[in-house]
């Protein structure tokens, strides 16, 4: 158990890069293997006209958009805080949200006020994952996460907090609920 420890470390923490090309094989081996389990008459290899001229996704089409977006989210967990960060060497919570989105596709603005603008705003009680949850400091809009889902009568989202790195945190947290501005929906329906 501790050499599979090692061996999950060096590939996922030490070398994000390798760690997510791997990711990359594993999701799409189980995409096929879903397709072939759920539509066994589905084809092996998409035509030439699914295939994508972009950066290719993170994630296998298999999976829904907040689907893709919660693995891509959750691959993230424990990268460290860095101010203004947007990249796997550290993140800021507005640059975590805008490289997650854009990994499945969408584009986000860069900051968190900007963010704050796109998509419409939902309820706390009607909040989905994927949905993007904004906190204000004094006045303004200060910090955005990313709602993961719920249980249990609680919200939980994931977010590059600025002491502990990419983590999961509770909505109802009294710290959150006092600070919570909104939540914006910019998925798809």
Known sequence: MVKLKRILHAYFIQDIRRGE???LVLGIILAVAARELLVPDTKFFPTTSEWRTEEASFTPAVFSKSDSLLLVANSL???????AGKSL????CSGF??????????????SSVAQFQQGVSV?????????????????????????????NDKTYFIH???SRG??????????????????RRVLPI
């Not at 967990?77 to 101010?83: K, L, N, T």
């Not at 989905?128 to 719920?150: A, E, M, N, R």
């Open 77 to 83: 967990m424990g990268v460290p805080y860095q101010y």
């Open 166 to 183: 990419v983590v999961i945190d509770c909505l109802q947290d009294n710290y959150f609920q006092q600070r919570l501005a909104g939540i």
């Open 21 to 23: 090309k791997w990711l």
């Open 89 to 92: 060497n550290g993140f800021d």
């Open 123 to 151: 309820p706390s009680k009607e909040a989905k994952p994927g949905d993007l949850v904004f906190f204000q400091g004094s006045s303004k809009v200060s910090h955005v996460g990313i709602i993961t889902g719920k249980e």
């Open 97 to 110: 949200t805008r490289y997650v989105f854009r990994k499945v596709g969408i584009p986000l603005a860069a």
């Open 160 to 162: 590059a907090s600025s």
